[in-house]
């Protein structure tokens, strides 16, 4: 079946260790995202990928890394630079960038 | 600045009292509007994209509509199992450095009681 794989589902992290959320797809896509959902708010855009070895940041990119060395993964680290990690973790992909998203299962990461 | 506000945050339903949920927009020449159903601790689900003001959408008890400033959901005689968060996002026209970015809503709180 194709689709989107986030791994894990949860995760917990100390403060101060950076953490790498997984994203893959089988869906032949050329677009991947990575948001984060907070509750009571709407998911914010971290980073976005249009082709492989190229990603843009998006609204709240600060103390996040991500990388694109394959079409189907586009991984996203959590450094000890982002204040307040505790969040659910979306991830997306879209056909073309035109088109809207469809998304993974989430990734929901707790600092203890 | 893309703007999508969501009315009301919460909405509860007695099962078959049908209603309607709103999404408003400020976007820089609209290239699609979007609909998804997230259920509790799981990744929305796509429902409909419209990309122009007439357009409308079907599924099952679900309707979207569209217009230059908004977009409503319409629930027909819900059911229980309709009960979700259901979120609306915007899709700007090319150029920019927000280029195929979705900007989300807040999202309305659905629940739907037997």
Redo the contacts between chains.
């Keep these: 079946d194709g689709g989107?794989t986030?791994s894990p589902k949860y995760l917990f992290r100390k403060e101060g260790q950076n953490v790498t959320l997984s994203c893959e797809q089988n869906l032949n896509h050329d677009?991947m995202?990575w948001?984060r959902q907070d509750p009571?708010?709407?998911?914010?855009?971290i980073y976005?990928s249009?082709i492989v070895n190229d990603f843009?940041k998006?609204d709240i990119a600060e103390g996040y890394s991500v990388s694109r060395e394959k079409k189907e993964s586009f991984p996203l680290t959590v450094t000890s630079a982002q204040k307040n990690p505790t969040a659910f973790y979306?991830c997306?992909s879209?056909i073309h960038?035109?088109?809207?998203?469809?998304?993974?299962?989430?990734t929901?990461l707790t600092v203890v | 600045e893309d703007q999508v506000t969501q009315s009301p945050e919460a909405l509860r339903l007695q099962e078959g009292e049908s209603s309607s949920l709103n999404c408003s927009y400020t976007v820089s020449g609209l290239r699609g509007l979007f609909w998804y159903r997230q259920d509790p601790g799981k990744g929305p689900e796509f429902l409909f994209t419209l990309y122009s003001a007439g357009e409308e959408k079907e599924k099952e008890r679900l309707k979207a509509t569209l217009t230059k400033k908004e977009s409503f959901l319409h629930i027909t005689a819900p059911k229980p199992e309709d009960s979700a968060t259901y979120l609306c996002a915007v899709q700007a026209n090319a150029g920019g450095t927000s280029y195929g970015k979705l900007t989300f809503g807040q999202g309305t709180i659905l629940t739907v009681h037997p």
């Design positions: 989107i986030q677009a995202y948001y009571g708010q709407g998911l914010r855009l976005y249009q843009q998006g979306l997306a879209s960038r035109s088109l809207g998203a469809f998304f993974g299962q989430g929901r």
